[in-house]
Every structure is written in C-alpha cells, then in structure tokens.
Nanobody
Framework: QVHLLESGGGLVQAGESLRLSCVASGSIFGINAMGWYRQAPGKQRELVATITLLGRRSTNYADSAKGRFIISRDAADKTVSLQMNSLKPEDTAVYYC??????????WGQGTQVTVSS
C-alpha cells in the first residue's frame, strides 16, 4: 500500500503563489510517476500536472496550468511538489496528490484545499 501525504494548501488572493508538496510512504518501490489532480465543487476531478520519477524527467500539464504551475520531483525521496503562480479564483479546488505504481496501480492522497479569492 502506498500512502500519500499532502501539504501546502491554503487561502490566497488572486495573483499570489502557493507551493504544494506530497511525500509517498509505505510500499514505494515501483512508483513510476506522481502528480496532482484537482476537483472543484460540482465538477469532476481533473489533471493538473504529472511527472515521471524514473529515468528522464517527463512532465504533463493541463492547459490551465501551463505557464503558471511548475511540477518538480525528488525521485530518491518519492516527493513531488507543485509551485503555483499567478493563481486565479478558478484554481480554487481540492488538490489531490497522485502516484502510479508499476504503471498500473493508482493511489491518491486525502487532498488539500486551495482557495483563491478575487
């Protein structure tokens, strides 16, 4: 079992920045990729950004995150961070850390609330 612990959410004003972090523990051998998804009230969970942990770094961003958010990793520590800049009210959501193990098993954190006021 993989456990994911998020930190760094909070309340900010539009235009400000936040940094989310997530550390994996437990049965972490075989984790291939980590990342972030988010879910706003009344909406489906959606991709924010993902990054591979093994070999050459490969990232994937949602269009809404490109140019504003940066995902980074510490492969040795199985940690992933999301630097969110120029936040907008529409970024308000619960942000979930995600990990994929052995390219087929998905794990989720409990989520951390990000609220951006206008």
């Amino acid at each position: 079992q993989v456990h994911l612990l998020e930190s760094g959410g909070g309340l900010v004003q539009a235009g400000e920045s936040l940094r989310l972090s997530c550390v994996a523990s437990g049965s972490i051998f075989g984790i291939n990729a980590m990342g972030w998804y988010r879910q706003a009230p009344g909406k489906q969970r959606e991709l924010v950004a993902t990054i591979t942990l093994l070999g050459r770094r490969s990232t994937n961003y949602a269009d809404s995150a490109k140019g504003r958010f940066i995902i980074s990793r510490d492969a040795a520590d199985k940690t992933v961070s999301l630097q969110m800049n120029s936040l907008k009210p529409e970024d308000t959501a619960v942000y979930y850390c995600y990990a994929r193990k052995d390219w087929m098993s998905d794990y989720w954190g409990q989520g951390t609330q990000v609220t951006v006021s206008s």
